[in-house]
């Protein structure tokens, strides 16, 4: 029987279930330790293999987070060979850091022979073209934090990157990109939203994941 959408809120949530999705996203964020205890005070059956692919996966995120993008690109090549030559996009984003790095250095000269060797050619592909063009500007200003393109300095930025790149990493490897605390928050939110322009006929309030998440 197909249950209401209204009556969501009543139905009862298997403790596996809710261990499995607490688990999930513990192993894809590389939370190695409370991964650990968290398997052994729920008795849950650890994935083959799991800790040693959560540790290379922390080590390349770690290492564009800081900055060390070269490092982060020998790290993915040597766990997945050929995903930056598939990945085009994401293997732009990472020479991009390392671009960025030589900038916030001073080590104008270096940057700039780096991004004529390992940058310009993706200017022949048209939608890296004004991406590159933010880029090349950073060595317009001496202080390129307070250029209009300061956001491609932040740590933000970065972890954006190594998001990306997490979730390419395990793609790869034929594991879901997103945890299943993801996906049911998407799922949650289209059922909110279905249910809630379902009731603004009777003047309720449409749906805020915000609002709904603070209750």
Request: glycine share 2%; proline share 3%; charged share 25%.
């Amino acid at each position: 029987m197909d249950v209401d959408p209204s009556n969501y809120n009543q139905l009862a949530i298997n403790e596996n279930d809710t261990h499995s999705v607490v688990l999930s996203y513990l192993v894809h964020n590389c939370y190695i330790e409370t991964v650990e205890s968290f398997v052994a005070s729920t008795g849950m059956k650890q994935p083959a293999d799991c800790i040693d692919d959560m540790e290379k996966r922390k080590r390349i995120y770690h290492c564009a987070v800081e900055g060390n993008a070269l490092k982060a690109i020998e790290l993915t090549e040597q766990l997945a060979n050929d995903l930056l030559e598939k990945n085009k996009d994401l293997h732009f984003d990472l020479l991009s850091l390392h671009f960025v790095e030589l900038v916030c250095s001073r080590k104008c000269t270096e940057a700039l022979e780096f991004a004529q060797t390992n940058l310009t050619p993706f200017g022949k592909v048209e939608k890296y073209v004004e991406k590159l063009e933010d880029f090349m500007a950073l060595l317009a200003y001496e202080e390129p934090e307070k250029s209009p393109m300061f956001h491609l300095l932040s740590k933000d930025y970065r972890q954006q990157v190594a998001d990306s790149l997490n979730r390419a990493i395990l793609a790869h490897s034929n594991l879901p990109s997103y945890t299943a605390m993801e996906r049911l928050i998407q799922q949650t939110t289209a059922v909110k939203q279905f249910i809630s322009e379902d009731n603004a006929k009777n003047g309720s309030q449409p749906f805020s994941l915000k609002d709904f998440l603070s209750s």
